[in-house]
């Protein structure tokens, strides 16, 4: 199955789901299935399948992990100066903003791996 036909699936399934955990209190979900032709086998099968994603999705972390042994270091970017005078009035354009407590990075989409790398390990520190 490809990606784009299991993700038109899950997404129906979902929703299969979705209105069946809002079935009438004191129907039977093998009632509500039944009254809709829906396999019960086909239904504890995506459940069970989109249960196991969303845990996935929870417990994957968000950021790599710092230790308490790790350093975190700082490197100096250097700011060329605009070629055009004029130009030095346009704010920066951030094309993503992370915000760690009190701590606020733009960033362009020019940033290269390593400073990236970085710049999460200093956001980790401080979150």
């Known amino acids: ?18 209105q069946c955990q809002q079935r009438p209190k004191g129907q039977s979900i093998k009632q509500w299935l039944s009254e809709r032709e829906i396999s019960e086998k086909s239904y504890y099968y ?27 270091t700082f490197t100096e970017i250097p700011v060329r100066p605009a070629k055009n ?25 020019s940033v290269s791996e390593a400073l990236m790398k970085q710049v999460m390990e200093v956001v980790a520190h401080v979150s």
């Open 1 to 18: 199955m490809d990606k784009i036909t299991h993700e038109v699936r899950r997404a129906n399934w979902k929703s299969i789901i979705e």
């Open 46 to 72: 995506w459940l069970r399948k989109i249960r196991k994603e969303a845990y996935e999705q929870m417990n994957a972390p968000a950021l790599p992990a710092v230790g308490q042994n790790s350093s975190v």
């Open 85 to 109: 005078p004029e130009s030095s009035n346009i704010p920066f354009q951030a094309d993503a903003v992370i915000h760690a407590g009190t701590l606020t990075i733009g960033l362009s989409n």
